[in-house]
């Protein structure tokens, strides 16, 4: 798994940021997932590794310019690229009533390019491999936090120890590959436990933009690898925050404090903290890592990989009996 940033800037585009949006790839299924998709989000991906023909999902976090204003662009260049699967695009009520009228008064048939599901709080998709929530956010219009979370894998089969004990290749082997207690021709009980190491424990990601401080954010956000949090303003600027319903850094922070994340990332930022104005990006990254140390600033085209969690558990050997 790994995250890009596409865009990283709020409300609206700047020399060196974009407006909203991340892709989320999953190499081992050569897939991209896309969460919200602002304006000119299509000419980053073309600056970065991404590839169109590899996007699937699309999810939307709430119906503001910033982070739609892109997806008719998008979707006409997927179509005229020849892309022969539909993007699937789970958003909040309204965005398939605004991909219709843009389709209808640009003339565009989307109706063999996308699908698109309105999104309620809970499970929002799942398949083999993935789950993915959303939560609902404290904003001026609808917002929806996502939540993507990768299932245990089993662990690694051992042959070896296998093949040493005397068992046989064949049906037998994913039993045991499954976990299954089975009892050999010779009488012999052998539990799949004993010849498998630990499950691999399924990582998370979650996405949370835009939105002020709220108890949903924290419950979405438990115990998360990454948090994605949108940090608009600083905590100087608290009361911007509150009158516009976005988070300062220290916001962010705490919601990452609260839910026991690992690692949490800043985005969304006011073009307000540009280079040269009194208050910087710097200095809310300070104010963040003031509460929760392992904080970093996004930035466009940043590519964070999401580390595999380590097995500290081992079987010694197999139990017979």
């Given at each position: ?182 009892k050999l021709p010779d009488g012999r009980v052998i539990r799949g436990t004993d010849l498998c190491d630990p499950p691999e424990t399924g990582r998370k990601v979650v996405y949370c933009t835009d939105t ?34 976005h988070s300062t850094s220290t916001m962010a922070a705490q919601v990452a404090l609260s839910a026991g994340v690992k690692h949490l990332i800043l985005t969304h930022f006011s073009p307000r903290y540009a ?47």
């Amino acid at each position: 798994m790994e995250i890009t940033f596409l865009g990283t800037s709020s409300g609206v585009p700047t020399r060196s940021r974009n407006v909203s949006s991340i892709a989320l790839r999953l190499p081992q299924r050569a897939e991209v997932w896309m969460f919200d998709c602002g304006e000119g989000t299509q000419h980053q991906i073309l600056r970065s590794d991404i590839k169109t023909s590899q996007i699937s999902r699309i999810f939307v976090t709430h119906m503001h310019g910033d982070h739609i204003f892109g997806l008719m662009g998008l979707i006409a260049s997927c179509g005229l690229a020849g892309q022969s699967q539909k993007i699937e695009i789970n958003g909040p009520f309204g965005l398939e009533e605004y991909l219709r009228a843009g389709a209808k008064y640009s003339y565009m048939e989307i109706g063999r390019r996308v699908r698109v599901h309105t999104v309620l709080p809970g499970l929002v998709y799942e398949d083999d491999e993935f789950t993915v929530t959303c939560t609902k956010l404290k904003h001026r219009v609808p917002a929806f936090g996502y939540r993507i979370t990768e299932k245990d894998r089993p662990g690694r089969f051992k042959v070896e120890k296998a093949t040493k004990l005397g068992i046989p290749p064949g049906p037998i082997y994913g039993q045991l590959k499954r976990g299954e207690t089975v009892k050999l021709p010779d009488g012999r009980v052998i539990r799949g436990t004993d010849l498998c190491d630990p499950p691999e424990t399924g990582r998370k990601v979650v996405y949370c933009t835009d939105t002020i401080y709220c108890d949903s954010a924290v419950e979405l956000a438990q115990d998360a690898d990454v948090l994605i949090h949108e940090a608009t303003f600083s905590h100087q600027d608290a009361e911007l925050a509150f009158e516009r319903l976005h988070s300062t850094s220290t916001m962010a922070a705490q919601v990452a404090l609260s839910a026991g994340v690992k690692h949490l990332i800043l985005t969304h930022f006011s073009p307000r903290y540009a280079p040269g104005n009194p208050l910087q990006l710097n200095d809310l990254l300070a104010e963040a890592q003031a509460i929760f140390p392992n904080t970093q600033l996004a930035y466009d085209f940043m590519t964070y990989a999401v580390p595999r969690h380590k097995n500290v558990e081992a079987y010694e050997g197999a139990s017979v009996s």
